[in-house]
């Protein structure tokens, strides 16, 4: 993770149905790997990315990383902005057009405007942010229609989010009222991400508010489903690129802020939003 420790003055986290997004003032990354695609981007000066220490840096003012592929980051004494998607969301479809390479450096005039959109980086809250993913990650013009049953079952994920233990298709397909077979289809349609993925980073997310909210990494896995801590922390590392203990570290007090939820499940999921600001 490259958002710094405890001294600073203004940091935070907003979590999307398939994504972590986290911003404040940066440090440095060794190298590492996760499968969430990662987008950096330095809301003011720029960053140095490289694949191994082998190799030189790259000064950038936004980058995308590759699932799965090595990179370290110094973001020392720069402001930044970074998001961790599932490969499978639609939110990473608007960053393939700089190419597959493992990292991929945004052209100026669209850091340009993401930085015009996000505003004084020392102000950002949850809502410039959320008004920036839809606009510029998602590209939405109009909301997304979604399919009866998918909003029952989001309601249901809302109120149970399912461990092992429920989480079979079947039992999710009966809460949707649908076949397995269906229920894929139309969710994948309905949210633009396939069913198991988006439940797994639902429980991503839940693990991290819990860990933000001063939960340890225990009780934290138990919130979200995991069988254990160890769990937690495997799966942290392989789609974060991060350990639960790490996370503490670097957001070790924090306030809960609820806003709307976007527009692709305003109807049925409300995505929690977490703003942290210190000093």
């Known amino acids: 993770m490259l958002i710094a420790g405890q001294q600073d003055r203004l940091l935070g986290t907003c979590v999307w149905p398939a994504a972590l997004i986290v911003w404040g003032p940066g440090s440095t990354s060794s190298s590492h790997s996760h499968h969430g695609v990662e987008l950096i981007l330095a809301l ?45 969301s639609e939110l990473t479809a608007s960053l393939r057009r700089w190419g597959p390479s493992n990292i991929a450096v945004l052209p100026d005039t669209v850091v340009e405007r993401w930085r015009r959109m996000l505003g004084d980086p020392h102000t950002l809250d949850p809502q410039r942010v959320d008004a920036w993913v839809r606009s510029e990650l998602l590209n939405e013009s109009r909301s997304r229609r979604i399919h009866p049953s998918v909003s029952r079952l989001l309601g249901h994920l809302r109120q149970h989010l399912p461990d092992r233990r429920n989480a079979s298709l079947g039992q999710l397909a009966a809460v949707a009222g649908l076949s397995a077979s269906r229920l894929m289809h139309v969710f994948t349609d309905s949210l633009g991400i396939p069913l198991r993925p988006y439940v797994l980073w639902l429980r991503v997310q839940r693990a991290a508010r819990a860990l933000a909210t001063g939960h340890t990494a225990t009780e934290a896995a138990y919130l979200a489903g995991f069988a254990d801590a160890a769990h937690l922390t495997r799966t942290f590392r392989r789609t974060l690129g991060t350990t639960p203990r790490e996370l503490m570290a670097q957001i070790p007090a924090t306030r809960e802020v609820r806003v709307s939820a976007p527009e692709t499940a305003a109807t049925s999921f409300k995505t929690g939003l977490i703003g942290v600001s210190r000093g």
């Open 44 to 88: 003011s000066g720029s960053v140095r990315v490289r694949p191994r220490r082998s190799i030189g840096w790259q000064h950038a003012a936004a980058a995308v990383v590759a699932p799965d592929a090595p990179h370290e980051v110094d973001a020392r004494g720069v402001p930044v902005l970074i998001v961790f998607m599932n490969p499978e």
